[in-house]
C-alpha cells in the first residue's frame, strides 16, 4: 500500500477540504508514491517522535498538528522544526498532518471530547458555511435518469442525513453527441442539428466531491460540450464546524462536573471563571484555542464551556451566563491519536497502525 492510499482513507474520516484556510494540512513531507511499511500515530510530530518511528519501522508520520505551520525558509538545524524535517529527510520518514479538517469533522477532535463526557444529542457548536455545492446541467431526457444515478453514486446527493436530493425540469433544448469515429445520428453531414427533449438536472454534493463529482458528469453524458454550473449555496453544514454541544445524562453540581472532567482528561489543573451556583446540564466543548467560540456556547445555551487556551480578559466574557472551563491544549486533544488508530485499523490490516507513546506535551504542572 501506497502513503496516497492511506491519506484517501484519512480524507474519508476528515476530508481535507473541510480545513480552516489558515492551516497547514496534509502530506508536509515525503512522497506519496511510497510503500508504507508502518504507520505511527501522534498528537505533535517531535525529534522524540521520529526516532520512534525508525525505532518502530514506520515510514509514515500521521500527525494531529503540522510540524511545518508558517513555511520555512531554510533546513539548517537552527531549531525544532527544521530539525525534525531533516531527521525525517534523513530517514525516508514522510510527515502528514490532520490538523482543523478533524476538527471541523463531526467523527473528530469534538465528538472524541463528547465521548469521554458521555454527552448525548450532539450537534456541531459552530457550523461551517460554503462545504454544500450545487451542480445544474442538462441531458436528453432518455439519458437523464441514468446520468442522475451515476452523479449519485459519485456522492452527489448527500448531504448530512439526506440522500439522493436532486431536482429537474423538462424542457427542450439541442445537442451535440460525442463522436465515435463517424457520424453520429444526432447530427447530419452539413452538421445541422437535430432538436432533441431535454432535461435540467440539479444535485447539491459536498463540495470536497467536486473533481469527482465533475468527472462521472464529463465521462458518461453524450454532448460533446458539457453545459454545466457549479454554484457554492451559503447554507451551513449540520454536520461539519467547530467544536460540539451536547447534554449529560443527568445535572450535576458545578464543583462535581469539574472534579469529573480533570479526572477524565488528567488535567494538571482547570482554569475556570466564576461559578453560577447552578446545576450543569447542557456542555460545549472545542478542542485546542476555543476562546472564539464563548458568544456561540452562551447564544446555544451551554451551561459549561469546555476549550484550551483562554486569556486573561475572555474569562470575563462568561458574565455569569456560562461557566468557563480551560483543561489545557494537549489535555482537550488528547484522545485525538486514539481515535485516528482506531479507524485506521479497521482499514488497514497488512501493516501495523502504531499509537505513539512518547508524550507531547510541553506544559508542565508544578
Known amino acids: 500500500m501506497q502513503i496516497k492510499e492511506v491519506i484517501a482513507y484519512l480524507e474519508q474520516l476528515a476530508p481535507l477540504a473541510y480545513a480552516e484556510s489558515f492551516d497547514n494540512v496534509g502530506l508536509l513531507v515525503g512522497d506519496s508514491s511510497t510503500v508504507v511499511t508502518g504507520v505511527l500515530v501522534t498528537l505533535d510530530t517531535l525529534e522524540i517522535v521520529v526516532e520512534e518511528a525508525i525505532e518502530k519501522k514506520c515510514n509514515l508520520i500521521v500527525s494531529f498538528h503540522p510540524i511545518i505551520f508558517d513555511g520555512l525558509k531554510k ?6 522544526v527544521q530539525r525534525v524535517v531533516q531527521k525525517a529527510i534523513k530517514n525516508d520518514i514522510a510527515i502528514f498532518a490532520i490538523h482543523t479538517a478533524l476538527d471541523n469533522s463531526f467523527n473528530g477532535v469534538n465528538d472524541m471530547m463528547c465521548e469521554q463526557l458521555g454527552l448525548q444529542n450532539r450537534k456541531v457548536l459552530i457550523p461551517q458555511k460554503g462545504t454544500i455545492k450545487k451542480l445544474v446541467t442538462y441531458a436528453p431526457q432518455k439519458e437523464a435518469a441514468s446520468l442522475r444515478q451515476v452523479l449519485f453514486d459519485a456522492g452527489a446527493g448527500t448531504i448530512g442525513a439526506y440522500d439522493q436530493c436532486s431536482f429537474s425540469t423538462d424542457g427542450l433544448g439541442t445537442f451535440r453527441a460525442k463522436k465515435q469515429g463517424s457520424l453520429n445520428q444526432s447530427e447530419d453531414p452539413k452538421g445541422s442539428m437535430h432538436t432533441e427533449k431535454e432535461e435540467q438536472i440539479r444535485v447539491t454534493f459536498p463540495k470536497h466531491l467536486e473533481h469527482k463529482i465533475l468527472q462521472k458528469l464529463f ?16 447554507n451551513t453544514n449540520q454536520h461539519i464546524g467547530m467544536g460540539m454541544i451536547g447534554e449529560l445524562p443527568e445535572v450535576m453540581p458545578e464543583l462535581d462536573f469539574l472534579k469529573f472532567v480533570k479526572k477524565t482528561f488528567h488535567c494538571g489543573g482547570i482554569r475556570h471563571s466564576a461559578f453560577r451556583d447552578k446545576h450543569v446540564k447542557k456542555v460545549a466543548v472545542l478542542g485546542g484555542s476555543g476562546g472564539f467560540a464563548i458568544a456561540q456556547a452562551k447564544k446555544l445555551g451551554a451551561d459549561v464551556f469546555i476549550t484550551a487556551d483562554l486569556k486573561y480578559h475572555q474569562f470575563y466574557e462568561a458574565e455569569n451566563t456560562v461557566l468557563l472551563a480551560d483543561i489545557g491544549h494537549f489535555e482537550s486533544e488528547q484522545f485525538t491519536k486514539n481515535l485516528i488508530v482506531s479507524f485506521l485499523s479497521k482499514k488497514i490490516s497488512n501493516f501495523a497502525i502504531i499509537l505513539s507513546d512518547r508524550i507531547t506535551n510541553p506544559i508542565k504542572y508544578l
Open 219 to 234: 465521462e458518461n453524458h453524450s454532448y460533446e460540450e458539457v453545459a454545466y454550473e457549479v454554484t457554492t449555496l451559503e
Open 75 to 80: 533546513i539548517n538545524g537552527s531549531n525544532y
